[in-house]
């Protein structure tokens, strides 16, 4: 007779991070003095504060603060500097030409210089520009030329508690409308742009379906789908994870199907490029080089670099490399969904499903008693940062809204919003868990916290360099 002396059972296995932390950073102590002598002298802007002064978790971008893989480090050490024809632009060239699959790579320094190029080169002031939503810097190259921007995402993105899966779509309907009014009205609609993910929406994936059924309304207006490819392996994964069909799919592959449907893209490889800078134009139609090229060489350097050193090209080059690693990808997402579950076991009102790379906090709810011409965001990014020392991005009616010549608020936005980017490759959970409680601990006297006012208003893109007060 045999007796078991073990019983195995069925054990659920723990996800952990694929990588480990190889240099450590020193995070500066403060004190609430301290910041709050800073924050005098920012303006109350939190942009302005020195990174010294940041001491809870700096959540105010995701852009370029991440860290680097080892292999990233590595091919930097075989950087050519060389001004025309450096081997390091050409494996740059040819990362962007593996994934996207477009025959024409021009490299600028970020996202908003390859904006800054295609918008002056494409754009007048009889031109619409169509999207699911146009990020704070693409909507103000839009309308530096005198063009007009259009959000046309689907109404269930308005809808932080809607379990929607990809409340990034667009919705075609309305861009159908928009194409029918824009030929009524004599206007060109050089090209419809699709945020990947949508960062003025949440952090929201767009359906490789929605993707696929704008290309085929827009091929009948012959309008080119333009694709602002920031965070495009994130909505790789969120297609991956949550539509039909694309289960058993690599991320590289989902990548190369989305880029098929789009005549061209921009992007700013300091999100998914996991680079410190650099970005990229790449298109299909050859006629466009003749056009972009001499506004690449004249704002950004010869076209062999684009405003970048041989090191950054080769850590964007290999960057894309890694972000294609499925098991990278769910450990940020994972973490993006810790801190959201961290979040709503203190009631913190925030946007779900949480998105890929933040969260963002619904500051008019938890700040009910302030009105939007108070900035409830910026108080509430304030606010918490004198408790705290954490800083976050306020995005609401500052960064969004509409106002008259004297900086008085004429159209808020719909959603007064607080968010929370998360660097790559830099904090553990006990981090985003550390700011889910502070969060938790504000809320408890939000009806303390005063609303705020300008001091300064810069007409252009107010909350890079706007300064503010509190409400007496």
Not at 3 to 26: E, G
Not at 48 to 69: A, C, E, R, V
């Amino acid at each position: 007779m045999s007796t078991n002396l073990f019983v195995c059972k069925q054990v659920k296995p723990i996800s952990f991070r694929p990588f480990v932390s190889k240099v450590s950073h020193l995070i500066p102590t403060t004190t609430y003095e301290k910041r709050k002598t800073a924050l005098e002298r920012a303006g109350y802007n939190l942009f302005n504060l020195p990174s010294t002064m940041i001491s809870g978790g700096d959540y105010l971008t995701d852009s370029g603060t991440g860290g680097l893989f080892d292999t990233q480090r590595s091919m930097m050490e075989l950087h050519d500097e060389s001004y025309a024809g450096s081997t390091s632009y050409q494996r740059f060239e040819d990362s962007f030409k593996a994934i996207t699959g477009m025959p024409n790579i021009l490299p600028v320094h970020q996202g908003r210089a390859a904006e800054k190029v295609l918008f002056s080169s494409l754009l007048n002031e009889n031109c619409v520009v169509l999207s699911n939503s146009l990020f704070d810097t693409t909507r103000a190259h839009v309308e530096n030329t005198k063009a007009k921007g259009l959000d046309l995402v689907i109404d269930e993105c308005y809808n932080i508690e809607s379990s929607h899966p990809f409340k990034g779509n667009i919705d075609l309907n309305k861009v159908k409308k928009a194409i029918e009014d824009a030929n009524t009205n004599g206007k060109k609609i050089p090209f419809c742009v699709m945020t990947l993910t949508n960062n003025t929406g949440g952090g929201q994936p767009a359906s490789m379906q929605n993707i696929r059924e704008l290309k085929s309304l827009l091929d009948q207006y012959k309008i080119p789908l333009m694709i602002d490819a920031c965070r495009f392996a994130e909505n790789c994964y969120f297609i991956k994870q949550r539509e039909p069909g694309y289960g058993n799919k690599s991320i590289e592959e989902i990548a190369k199907e989305l880029f098929s449907y789009a005549e061209c893209f921009t992007m700013s490889a300091k999100k998914d490029g996991i680079a410190h800078m650099g970005g990229a134009i790449g298109f299909r139609n050859p006629e466009w080089m003749d056009l972009l090229k001499p506004a690449v060489i004249l704002n950004e350097g010869f076209i062999n670099y684009g405003g970048m050193s041989g090191r950054d090209m080769e850590a964007v080059a290999q960057g894309l490399k890694e972000v294609l690693n499925e098991d990278y990808l769910r450990t940020r997402i994972e973490d993006t969904a810790y801190f959201a579950d961290q979040c709503k076991k203190y009631n913190i009102p925030i946007i779900t499903p949480p998105g890929g790379h933040a969260i963002y906090v619904d500051a008019g709810k938890l700040l009910p008693h302030l009105k939007s011409e108070e900035f409830p965001g910026q108080a509430l990014a304030c606010e918490l940062y004198l408790r705290s020392g954490i800083r976050s991005c306020e995005m609401g009616s500052i960064m969004f809204g509409s106002f008259d010549e004297q900086g008085n608020l004429v159209k808020p936005h719909k959603r007064e919003l607080v968010r929370f980017a998360i660097p790559r490759l830099v904090y553990n959970r006990e981090h985003l868990k550390y700011a889910a409680q502070q969060l938790a601990l504000l809320k408890q006297d939000a009806f303390r916290v005063k609303g705020m006012k300008f001091v300064s208003h810069p007409k252009v893109l107010p909350h890079f360099s706007a300064t503010f007060n509190f409400v007496n």
